[in-house]
Structure formats: C-alpha cells, structure tokens
C-alpha cells in the first residue's frame, strides 16, 4: 500500500505543549492540521519506549510475573517488561529487565518485532524479544515501588489463563501471538 | 493463584485527584499505600473502556481499517474499535462502532474476552467481539474529525502485514490472539 494512498489520512502537527508533567507521565497537546484542512487538538503521553521479553526455560516452561497493576487495581499475570533508559539500546534494556525483575540472565536472544499498545492515546513502542538459554545469576533487583512475584508456566497453562480471562495483559498477549506466527513462519 | 497469595502485592489508594483533563483525557494521581507500608503516588489515565470487533466476511476476510495516528505520527492498520459511551451496554457499543466505522452491520455476535492494553498507566479495558454475516447496510459515518480507510485482507494477508512489522497495533494482535485461540478451544 502506497504512501501515497495515505495522504487522505495524514495529519500535520503544528505545534506542541506539555500540559503535563508527573513524576511518571508526561502529557502533551499538539494543535494538529486535518487532512480536509481544519484544525484539531490532539493529546497522547509521551513515552519513552519500553521492552517486553518471552523467557522460554530449557524445560519449556515460561517466565512470568504476577504483578499489582494500580491503574486496574488488580494483580496481572504478564511477561517482563520495562521503559527504556535514556540512550539506551533496545537488547541492553531487555537484558537489564530480565535480570532485575526475575534474577534471569539469557545467552541466546532474538527480536521478534514491535508493537505499539496504545495508538489512541500514547506514543509507546514496545520492542519484543525471545529469550532462550536461561539462567538465574543473580536475586531479583526491584526498584523501592516495585512488587513482582515471579512465576513459571508450560504454555498449556498459559493458554489455559488466556481461555479463562486470567491472562488480559496486551503487550503479553500481543508478544505471544508474534513468537506464535514466528514458530511457523 | 488463591487471593491470599496476592497479599505482598496489593497497593491501596489513600486519595486520589484529577491531575489534567483535556479534551480527550483525564490524569489522575492517586496517593497509595505499598505492601511494604510505605506511601507513594501512582498517575494514570482514567479510560470509560472500549471494544474491538474482528469482523469476519463471508469470503473468509477480515475487515480492517487504515487509520493515521498523531502520536505516533504513521498509519496504522487495525481493527475497527471504539471507546463506549457512558452507560453504553458493550456489545450495543461494538454493533456503533462497526456500523459508524465501515458501514457495516453482522448478525451473528461472539463475545471472546476482554484485554488491558496498557496496565502500566492506563485504566482502558477493551472488550473483545467477532462479528460474522456481515452486510453493508450505510455508509461510513464518521465523526468530524476521524479519517479512515476500510480495507479487507485474508487471513495470510495479515499474517504477512505481522510478520513483516506493517500491523503492530496492540488491540489487533491481542484480540487476533484471541480468536485464534478460541478457534482451536
């Protein structure tokens, strides 16, 4: 499809402010032009990118997380994942989330894409990697606010929590579907 | 995973305050309370919810649209989706979103679960419908400022836009993910 099939679609930012700045969020508000010529705003958080890793163990089995989500206040089960550090390569960043969050180093990665979460309202891109070759090197090092159980599941009971609506995390489900089409690809 | 064994990582909201709200979103920053005891603060977006609708035709195709958006600056290919109006019933809001969006209207309506696309920061569930025994009963009727190109793709079509890196929109694959594991269920 042609870019140039999209030049009804496109619109052109003509300005940009930050109407919002907390210690984790940052929103901004953008005066955009339509593509029929008229003026809109438009408002999304500005992110700063993130990973999500698939740990495949050597029996299998996948590492997962069990973590308190307070947005949703409930507890998700969801792949590790994380933001990425400022100038940060994208595998670092992979690596580094692995460790901290489960004690897990990995000596074989692959890339299996990128997803964007949230198109509507955010900037987020999540770049997704597979990690096989596992070993525990190190104690979990999480942050002061954070709070993760790790957890190990064969991929029946993973589909299992899917099924049964335990599992509704998107960049899980979404990072499981590509490492799905990447196996028979 | 019995309730009790989420203890040590429940969080509980001690307040909470409208941060920012715009024309499209609403912050909220809430105070909470740790596992640990200690106090910190957690800002998201406050979401009224959405659906999603995988509309298959009776070729076998699936319905899709080509969507530019601003925070990401690029044209997505993604399902047709849509934010719930207040006190909107979900499956009345998947029927609008369709017939708004493509013109189109199914008779036959499968509900497959529910995703968060965005726990980190973002309150959003959407939920998931397969639409079947479609017909095109209007035109488009879009809001003022909404652009969108209806576009129909096999089932290897979108397989080939994954794999290649063109379809990364997070609501699709998930909710793909999920048809896919309910066809084999």
């Known amino acids: 499809m042609a870019e140039s099939l999209d030049d009804?679609?496109?619109?052109?930012?003509l300005d940009s402010e930050v109407v919002f700045k907390g210690r984790l969020l940052?929103?901004?508000?953008?005066?955009?032009r339509l593509p029929n010529g008229a003026e809109t705003t438009r408002e999304y958080i500005a992110h700063p990118g993130a990973v999500v890793v698939i740990p495949v163990l050597s029996t299998g089995k996948y590492?997962?997380?069990r973590q308190f989500r307070y947005p949703l206040k409930q507890v998700f089960l969801e792949l590790p994942a994380g933001k990425?550090?400022?100038?940060?390569?994208?595998?670092?960043?992979?690596?580094?989330?692995?460790?901290?969050?489960?004690?897990?180093?990995a000596r074989e990665w692959q890339r299996l894409?990128?997803?964007?979460p949230c198109i509507g309202y955010s900037n987020e891109g999540i770049e997704v990697f597979l990690a096989r070759k596992l070993e525990q090197t190190?104690?979990?090092?999480?942050d002061a606010n954070e709070?993760?159980?790790?957890?190990?599941?064969?991929s029946a009971e993973m589909m299992k929590?899917?099924?049964?609506?335990?599992?509704?995390?998107?960049?899980?489900l979404s990072a499981l579907y590509l490492a799905e089409l990447f196996r028979h690809a």
Chains 1, 2 share one sequence.
């Open 113 to 116: 894409g990128r997803i964007h």
């Open 147 to 154: 709070f993760i159980d790790v957890v190990t599941l064969s």
């Open 138 to 142: 190190a104690p979990q090092q999480l």
């Open 63 to 65: 590492l997962l997380e």
């Open 84 to 105: 990425v550090d400022p100038g940060e390569d994208l595998l670092a960043a992979a690596q580094r989330e692995l460790k901290e969050e489960t004690g897990y180093s």
């Open 26 to 32: 940052e929103v901004r508000r953008d005066r955009v």
């Open 161 to 172: 929590a899917i099924r049964s609506g335990e599992l509704t995390d998107g960049k899980t």
């Open 8 to 13: 009804g679609l496109r619109e052109t930012g």
